[in-house]
């Protein structure tokens, strides 16, 4: 049998509060008033849907062999790259290995249980040991809009293998219809939405069912044999109306995180899967569908395995990484939407050198350092001799990985003049105890918060922009533990 054998997920620390936002746009559209509810998840400066899927397949991947992953299938339709393969940089990042298969999954906001299918079709056929599946979002929407309110920022991965599975696959089925609730062009940043009552009456309501009907025939089950339905929607209601009708128990309805995380577009399904397998018991039987298009659903039975998982942070552990946010209008900053006076210091040409890119490709993107094979010691950057000044061996570093390593703060400086996106800069000197320091910059950091000899573990982030070229730069940046 083919499964999910682990999940992770990520959702960012930031909550945007609903009221700052219909505070500061209900003079334009009084129809807000009633929608400040809530919190929604707000993306720092330095995140965005790739930053996302390595943090949230990081959480995924506890306890296994990274070099057991031979295929990663990665779904967005907020990906910053249009050509350059998105699973290739989150591949790197986490240091998988270079003879795997990769795909970018987009186009459609049902892509997420699209890569899901993909990922075990894969699986099954044998291409692929261990397939690694993630989805990330950060949609732009208008401000003042409906979907600026609804929609929310976070990711989640999912490993598919035929071992350890803790949720096998007994079912499934897909429904393409040219039925068009939204779309965007190519040359477009925000999404156009159609009307609601259509959508619901016409497009949930008759797609969504027949799916499911095709999956529960194939998985040899009945609607009230479910006992988890995960259905993401924004309009309330409909997916408790769709398991009345497939006849699924009204408890079987997964909460939609609605009030905390908000809609996570491509990622959301499997956001809502992770969750409800962190608190699932053997013999759960899950259904999760997605709708967009068309619809993709998928049937999996819960087995004992699940009691065995190594533990994650999961959805929970991101959920309560809170921290709240009222100012809309960093909100607005951090997404592009107002250009702020950067001054003179920002004006420097930020051209990524592509060759030298490629030839520290596993330092850059996936911290690699060396650790020496006579001494021990570690060193980052990797060089030929090594940094003990008592052992001083030539051509005797292997590859060591500080990103999964726990530093602590030498240095720390917390900087005014430099040029922030989210001021006071902070970076500092980060050493850890096998050996190997360098200087970092800091991020989700609170003024005066920093300490020496505070412990810090290393995340995937924007380093900087490449304006001119469209070119994002990424690495690595401490975090306080």
């Not at 920022?153 to 219809?177: C, N, R």
Request: hydrophobic content about 40%.
């Amino acid at each position: 049998m083919v499964g999910i054998t682990a999940y992770g997920a990520y959702v960012p620390r930031l909550r945007l509060s609903r009221k700052s936002i219909v505070t500061a746009n209900v003079w334009f559209n009084p129809g807000l008033a009633g929608q400040a509810k809530g919190e929604r998840t707000m993306a720092g400066w330095d995140e965005d849907s790739l930053t996302m899927a390595v943090e949230a397949s990081r959480d995924c991947l506890t306890g296994q062999r990274r070099a057991d992953i031979r295929s990663i299938f990665l779904a967005s339709t907020s990906l910053p790259f249009a050509d350059r393969q998105n699973a290739g940089v989150v591949a790197a990042a986490l240091t998988l290995d270079e003879g795997i298969g990769s795909s970018d999954v987009t186009g459609s906001l049902r892509a997420g249980v699209t890569a899901l299918q993909s990922a075990l079709a894969t699986v099954q056929a044998g291409f692929a040991k261990t397939a690694l599946v993630v989805a990330s979002e950060q949609r732009s929407a208008r401000a003042a809009s409906t979907q600026e309110l609804q929609l929310g920022d976070g990711a989640a991965a999912l490993t598919v293998g035929k071992t350890g599975e803790i949720a096998k696959l007994v079912g499934g089925h897909s429904e393409t219809v040219d039925f068009v609730d939204h779309f965007r062009a190519a040359d477009e940043e925000f999404d156009y939405n159609w009307e609601e009552r259509w959508i619901r009456d016409e497009g949930y309501a008759r797609i969504v069912p027949k799916a499911i009907a095709g999956a529960l025939k194939v998985a040899g089950l009945k609607g009230e044999n479910i006992t988890k339905f995960i259905l993401p929607c924004v309009f309330r209601g409909v997916p408790e109306s769709i398991a009345k009708k497939c006849g699924i128990p009204d408890g079987a309805v997964v909460d939609q995180l609605a009030g905390t995380v908000g809609d996570t577009g491509t990622a959301h399904p499997l956001l809502l899967l992770a969750r409800t397998l962190e608190t699932a018991s053997p013999g759960d039987k899950i259904l999760v569908a997605q709708f967009a298009q068309g619809c993709d659903v998928l049937v999996f039975e819960v087995t004992p395995e699940i009691k065995t998982l190594t533990p994650r942070g999961g959805v929970k552990g991101s959920l309560e990484r809170r921290k709240e946010e009222t100012n809309y209008m960093k909100f607005l900053a951090f997404t592009g939407r107002v250009e702020l006076e950067k001054g003179m210091r920002a004006e420097q040409d930020k051209k990524t050198a592509l060759t030298t890119l490629y030839r520290k490709r596993d330092m850059v993107l996936g911290l690699v350092g060396g650790r020496c094979k006579t001494c021990g010691t570690a060193q980052f950057p990797r060089t030929r001799m090594c940094v003990n000044p008592n052992c001083k061996a030539v051509d005797t570093q292997e590859p060591y990985n500080f990103a999964e390593q726990t530093g602590k703060i030498l240095s720390w400086s917390a900087d005014h003049l430099t040029y922030c996106m989210d001021p006071p800069q902070h970076y500092g000197m980060v050493t850890f105890a096998e050996g190997g320091r360098f200087m970092t910059d800091f991020t989700d950091v609170e003024p005066g918060s920093l300490e020496t000899g505070q412990s810090v573990r290393m995340v995937f982030r924007i380093k900087d922009m490449d304006v001119r070229r469209g070119f994002r730069r990424y690495f690595w940046k401490a975090v306080p533990v």
